[in-house]
Protein backbone atom coordinates (compact mmCIF):
# COMPACT_ATOMS: atom_id res chain seq x y z
CA UNK A 1 0.00 0.00 0.00
CA UNK A 2 1.68 3.48 -1.22
CA UNK A 3 1.67 6.22 1.55
CA UNK A 4 -1.19 7.76 -0.49
CA UNK A 5 -3.41 5.30 -0.24
CA UNK A 6 -2.53 4.31 3.27
CA UNK A 7 -3.17 8.66 3.73
CA UNK A 8 -6.44 8.75 2.19
CA UNK A 9 -7.64 5.82 4.24
CA UNK A 10 -6.75 7.35 7.82
CA UNK A 11 -8.45 10.56 6.74
CA UNK A 12 -12.03 8.65 5.71
CA UNK A 13 -11.36 6.62 9.27
CA UNK A 14 -11.00 9.62 10.58
CA UNK A 15 -14.04 12.09 8.96
CA UNK A 16 -16.53 9.21 9.62
CA UNK A 17 -15.55 8.12 13.55
CA UNK A 18 -15.18 11.99 14.53
CA UNK A 19 -18.45 13.60 14.85
CA UNK A 20 -18.34 17.24 13.69
CA UNK A 21 -18.53 19.93 16.58
CA UNK A 22 -21.55 20.33 18.90
CA UNK A 23 -23.06 17.08 17.38
CA UNK A 24 -22.74 14.91 20.41
CA UNK A 25 -26.35 13.71 19.43
CA UNK A 26 -24.72 11.54 16.53
CA UNK A 27 -24.64 8.21 17.49
CA UNK A 28 -21.14 6.16 15.65
CA UNK A 29 -21.32 2.42 16.32
CA UNK A 30 -17.54 1.21 15.88
CA UNK A 31 -18.55 -2.12 14.59
CA UNK A 32 -20.69 -0.53 11.58
CA UNK A 33 -18.24 2.16 11.07
CA UNK A 34 -15.44 -0.40 10.77
CA UNK A 35 -17.98 -2.15 8.03
CA UNK A 36 -18.54 0.94 6.01
CA UNK A 37 -15.00 2.40 5.96
CA UNK A 38 -13.94 -1.02 4.49
CA UNK A 39 -16.58 -1.27 2.01
CA UNK A 40 -16.29 2.02 1.39
CA UNK A 41 -12.47 1.46 0.29
CA UNK A 42 -13.31 -1.20 -1.67
CA UNK A 43 -15.90 0.61 -3.46
CA UNK A 44 -13.97 3.78 -4.95
CA UNK A 45 -10.65 3.24 -4.04
CA UNK A 46 -8.31 6.15 -4.54
CA UNK A 47 -10.08 8.33 -6.33
CA UNK A 48 -13.26 8.97 -3.89
CA UNK A 49 -16.52 9.71 -5.10
CA UNK A 50 -17.56 11.63 -7.93
CA UNK A 51 -19.47 15.41 -7.53
CA UNK A 52 -21.65 14.23 -10.88
CA UNK A 53 -23.26 11.62 -11.73
CA UNK A 54 -25.36 10.72 -15.05
CA UNK A 55 -27.33 6.81 -15.11
CA UNK A 56 -29.11 6.60 -17.92
CA UNK A 57 -30.85 3.19 -18.97
CA UNK A 58 -34.10 0.76 -19.48
CA UNK A 59 -36.92 0.38 -16.82
CA UNK A 60 -38.56 -2.71 -17.33
CA UNK A 61 -41.90 -3.34 -15.13
CA UNK A 62 -43.42 -6.59 -13.96
CA UNK A 63 -46.35 -5.84 -15.99
CA UNK A 64 -44.21 -5.80 -19.13
CA UNK A 65 -44.01 -1.95 -19.32
CA UNK A 66 -40.92 -0.34 -20.43
CA UNK A 67 -39.40 2.82 -21.10
CA UNK A 68 -36.34 4.70 -19.87
CA UNK A 69 -35.11 6.33 -17.34
CA UNK A 70 -32.36 8.93 -16.98
CA UNK A 71 -31.21 10.10 -13.63
CA UNK A 72 -29.02 13.04 -13.01
CA UNK A 73 -27.17 14.17 -10.00
CA UNK A 74 -24.97 17.75 -9.04
CA UNK A 75 -23.05 17.42 -6.21
CA UNK A 76 -24.59 16.03 -3.14
CA UNK A 77 -28.42 17.77 -3.18
CA UNK A 78 -29.40 18.31 -6.76
CA UNK A 79 -31.10 15.41 -8.21
CA UNK A 80 -33.20 15.40 -11.81
CA UNK A 81 -35.12 11.47 -12.73
CA UNK A 82 -36.57 11.52 -16.13
CA UNK A 83 -39.07 8.49 -16.98
CA UNK A 84 -40.44 8.50 -20.32
CA UNK A 85 -43.20 5.68 -20.63
CA UNK A 86 -45.62 5.21 -23.29
CA UNK A 87 -44.81 8.55 -25.12
CA UNK A 88 -44.92 10.50 -21.86
CA UNK A 89 -42.51 11.83 -19.95
CA UNK A 90 -42.41 12.03 -15.67
CA UNK A 91 -39.40 14.40 -14.10
CA UNK A 92 -39.16 14.51 -10.61
CA UNK A 93 -36.43 17.48 -9.69
CA UNK A 94 -35.11 17.69 -6.26
CA UNK A 95 -32.51 20.60 -4.75
CA UNK A 96 -32.12 23.01 -1.76
CA UNK A 97 -34.57 20.24 0.38
CA UNK A 98 -37.31 21.46 -2.52
CA UNK A 99 -39.00 19.35 -5.10
CA UNK A 100 -41.05 19.29 -7.86
CA UNK A 101 -42.88 16.61 -10.16
CA UNK A 102 -43.44 17.48 -13.70
CA UNK A 103 -46.43 15.10 -15.40
CA UNK A 104 -47.69 15.92 -18.84
CA UNK A 105 -46.61 19.15 -18.93
CA UNK A 106 -48.09 19.79 -15.83
CA UNK A 107 -46.14 20.75 -11.99
CA UNK A 108 -47.00 20.48 -8.59
CA UNK A 109 -44.83 20.55 -5.71
CA UNK A 110 -43.59 17.18 -3.92
CA UNK A 111 -44.32 16.91 -0.19
CA UNK A 112 -41.65 17.52 2.47
CA UNK A 113 -41.09 13.96 3.41
CA UNK A 114 -40.18 13.46 -0.07
CA UNK A 115 -37.50 16.30 -0.55
CA UNK A 116 -36.03 16.79 3.10
CA UNK A 117 -33.39 13.84 1.97
CA UNK A 118 -32.66 13.75 -1.82
CA UNK A 119 -30.10 11.09 -2.54
CA UNK A 120 -29.27 9.09 -5.28
CA UNK A 121 -31.21 6.37 -4.04
CA UNK A 122 -30.44 3.87 -6.99
CA UNK A 123 -26.71 3.72 -5.84
CA UNK A 124 -27.00 3.91 -1.64
CA UNK A 125 -23.01 4.39 -2.02
CA UNK A 126 -23.25 7.76 -3.34
CA UNK A 127 -26.29 8.76 -1.08
CA UNK A 128 -25.68 7.68 1.99
CA UNK A 129 -21.95 7.43 2.14
CA UNK A 130 -21.66 10.74 1.47
CA UNK A 131 -23.39 11.43 4.41
CA UNK A 132 -21.89 9.31 7.18
CA UNK A 133 -18.58 10.99 5.65
CA UNK A 134 -20.23 14.51 6.59
CA UNK A 135 -21.09 13.18 10.43
CA UNK A 136 -24.46 14.36 10.18
CA UNK A 137 -25.85 10.75 10.15
CA UNK A 138 -26.66 8.09 13.03
CA UNK A 139 -24.73 4.60 12.66
CA UNK A 140 -25.60 1.45 14.13
CA UNK A 141 -24.69 -2.12 13.12
CA UNK A 142 -27.72 -4.76 13.39
CA UNK A 143 -25.74 -7.46 13.26
CA UNK A 144 -24.84 -10.45 10.54
CA UNK A 145 -27.61 -11.63 8.72
CA UNK A 146 -28.21 -14.49 6.03
CA UNK A 147 -30.41 -13.30 2.91
CA UNK A 148 -30.93 -15.44 0.18
CA UNK A 149 -28.01 -18.12 1.45
CA UNK A 150 -25.77 -14.76 1.43
CA UNK A 151 -23.98 -13.32 4.67
CA UNK A 152 -24.50 -9.99 5.05
CA UNK A 153 -24.00 -6.73 7.56
CA UNK A 154 -27.28 -5.05 8.82
CA UNK A 155 -26.45 -1.32 9.31
CA UNK A 156 -28.87 1.42 10.15
CA UNK A 157 -28.44 4.86 9.23
CA UNK A 158 -31.17 7.80 10.45
CA UNK A 159 -29.82 11.74 10.09
CA UNK A 160 -29.70 13.95 13.08
CA UNK A 161 -32.14 16.58 13.51
CA UNK A 162 -30.89 20.00 11.78
CA UNK A 163 -33.51 22.18 13.11
CA UNK A 164 -36.75 22.16 15.45
CA UNK A 165 -37.59 18.80 14.53
CA UNK A 166 -37.52 15.98 17.43
CA UNK A 167 -35.27 13.40 16.87
CA UNK A 168 -38.19 10.43 16.51
CA UNK A 169 -39.44 12.64 13.88
CA UNK A 170 -35.96 12.93 11.80
CA UNK A 171 -35.48 9.11 12.68
CA UNK A 172 -38.57 8.01 11.02
CA UNK A 173 -38.46 10.30 7.91
CA UNK A 174 -34.75 9.39 7.26
CA UNK A 175 -34.31 5.60 8.44
CA UNK A 176 -32.06 3.72 5.78
CA UNK A 177 -31.11 -0.07 5.86
CA UNK A 178 -27.83 -0.83 4.16
CA UNK A 179 -27.05 -4.87 4.09
CA UNK A 180 -23.55 -5.05 2.83
CA UNK A 181 -21.75 -8.26 1.76
CA UNK A 182 -19.93 -10.05 4.58
CA UNK A 183 -17.21 -11.68 2.22
Known amino acids: MSVRSLTIYVVIIYAVSYPLAGQDRVRRDPEALQVLVGS ?16 EGKVLFADGLQGDVRIEAKGEKQLRNQLQLIGKTTLAIFGAGKGRRVKDGK ?28 GETN ?18 LWSAPRDGRTADIEELMSEYHLFIDAQ
Not at 40 to 55: Q, S, W
Not at 145 to 156: A, F, K, L, P, S
Open 107 to 134: SADLPLWATAYPSLDVIPAFSRLREFQR
Open 40 to 55: FARMVGKGGLPADVVL
Open 139 to 156: IAYMGLENEDGVDVHHIR
